[in-house]
């Protein structure tokens, strides 16, 4: 069943207006996607030093795989480091680059890419 909320918002003070009915955003919703999240356990690095990157997941079946993803000029590069979703929800990986300056890395999950982790090699 969709429903549909509406909410009243003072416009008063800012546009010198009454009021205004917008709908709301439905608590639950229609569609749920996929999450994941990704952390370093470092910011800045030395060359080939080994660092972990974990997360969690929602609405990822366990089992499933994570695979690691570099920034490299101008596309992402899936990098040799892969690891299944745990039971619990969650992953972690050891990693090690070589690449100096400031490394974008993202994990990709079936149907669902990570936010950007930036992981500097000195």
Known sequence: MKRTYLTS?????LLGA???AVPATP?????PRPLLTAISSEESVE???????SGATHRIKAGSPVTLEQW???RWTALPARVAVSPSGTYAMRVKLG???????????????SRVVVVKVR
């Open 9 to 13: 918002i003072s416009l008063a003070g």
């Open 18 to 20: 009454g009021l205004c």
């Open 27 to 31: 608590a639950v919703a229609d569609s």
């Open 47 to 53: 060359p080939w030093q080994q660092f972990r990157i």
């Open 72 to 74: 490299q000029g101008s």
């Open 99 to 113: 690449a100096k300056g400031n490394n974008a890395l993202r994990l990709v999950g079936p149907n669902v890419v």
